[in-house]
């Protein structure tokens, strides 16, 4: 979240000689379809807020499987036609053409994770399992962090 506010404020700053790019918007896409397969609802819809807000700060025209949605607005992020799409995307990415990138896996979460298909199919990507074994050390260091005055 951190990392797409800072983005945001390099394009949307007018002294800041940043433009959205396609890449940009389709990682905000992203970053809200890993948060909704996270259940993590306040970044969801936060993340669903300025997706819509940057639409019209779109710099970049051209013919783009995203592109060519945008008038759906953050309606996107429950459209499951362009889930499946990108699905199939993450899946034939090896075939795809580079003149009509980028392409999902280009952007957060890059290769970890399929939020798509969790959205999707809830349960269908082990990356978003909610019951992680952790190591023990790693747990109670975990637990250390949380009950200190650092955090």
């Known amino acids: 979240m951190d990392a797409a506010r800072i983005r945001r404020l390099a394009y949307r700053q007018e002294a800041w000689p940043q ?3 396609i ?8 970053l809200g379809l890993t948060a909704r397969a996270l259940r993590m609802d306040r970044p969801y819809e936060q993340i669903k807020q300025w997706f819509r807000e940057d639409i019209p700060l779109l710099a970049e025209k051209r013919q783009h499987f995203l592109v060519t949605r945008l008038e759906a607005g953050e309606s996107l992020f429950d459209d499951a036609s362009l889930l499946t799409e990108i699905a199939a995307m993450r899946r034939n990415y ?12 280009e952007v ?18 082990s990356a978003f399992q909610s019951e992680q074994v ?3 050390n790693v747990g109670q260091i975990l637990v250390e962090l949380a009950s ?4």
């Open 19 to 21: 433009t959205l790019s």
């Open 148 to 151: 200190s005055d650092f955090v």
């Open 94 to 105: 090896d075939s795809l053409s580079d003149d009509f990138g980028p392409y999902p896996n």
């Open 134 to 136: 952790l190591d023990e």
């Open 108 to 125: 957060f979460p890059w290769i970890h994770a399929a939020p798509e298909s969790e959205v999707l199919n809830p349960g269908s990507d």
């Open 23 to 30: 890449s940009g918007l389709l990682a905000l896409l992203m």
